[in-house]
């Protein structure tokens, strides 16, 4: 099967096949369809993982496969990284950071939404809620589009996608969720996945070129530097 999707994505033949072979490994991620279980769920990341490490860069070569991850598959894996077994979590966020380094060019909105919820994650509880605007005063007016604008021209030239994620089309983002804080082992798995996806060389300049001066974009860099020197 593995070799399948590799074979196919590199040699785009039988695309169609491909395509409905990568849409069921997919949908076999949702975590709200109670047909599939966690093991179930464990080997398709498996597979996806190493189909993305070997294929990766070339989906964005074939508009329907990456219509389909940067859709349906960035919100299924992004879901489990929310998920209590640990087994899972550490696939999810292993397959994320693939899928944000091969990637990483057709990301934007994606980027935004994981480093956002990584970095909520991993930050420790505010003291009080008085306290929590606070994190918020550092946005570029009232809040943040729920879609990217325009990138900067830098390389790497993120590309916006209409990803259906978030609110809908031109609507605010109404106040970001609190989540809980990452602890013990999710913490540390977590924070592997941040070092990884932080790992690319341009990485930091990248953040602050796309995000913290795109007046539609979270202040990315900024947070990520608060967190890193108050954590």
Do not use: W
Not at 41 to 49: D, E, T
Not at 90 to 100: F, K
Request: net charge negative; proline share 8%.
């Amino acid at each position: 099967m593995l070799i399948t999707i590799t074979e196919s994505i590199n040699n785009s033949d039988g695309l169609p096949s491909i395509l409905e072979l990568l849409r069921v490994l997919i949908n076999v991620l949702d975590p709200n369809d109670q047909a599939h279980t966690d093991s179930t769920r464990l080997i398709a990341l498996g597979i996806l993982n190493t189909a993305f490490e070997i294929s990766g860069s070339r989906l964005a070569d074939f508009p329907s496969l990456e219509a389909l991850v940067l859709d349906s598959g960035c919100k299924f894996l992004f879901q489990l990284a929310r998920s209590e077994n640990t087994s899972v979590l550490h696939s999810a966020l292993r397959t994320i950071s693939t899928v944000l380094n091969t990637l990483r060019m057709h990301l934007k909105l994606q980027q935004e939404l994981f480093l956002t919820f990584t970095i909520d994650r991993l930050a420790p509880p505010l003291p009080s809620k008085a306290q929590h605007p606070a994190v918020l005063s550092n946005k570029k007016g009232p809040s943040p589009s729920p879609r990217p604008g325009t990138p900067v021209q830098v390389t790497p030239n993120l590309t916006p996608v209409d990803a259906d994620i978030g609110s809908g089309k031109g609507s605010a983002t109404p106040p970001r969720l609190l989540v809980s804080p990452a602890r013990g082992e999710s913490r540390d798995l977590i924070l592997e996945c941040l070092s990884q996806v932080a790992s690319h060389p341009s990485f930091m300049v990248d953040l602050y070129t796309n995000y913290d001066c795109d007046i539609n974009c979270e202040n990315l860099f900024e947070r990520l530097i608060d967190f890193l020197t108050k954590v």
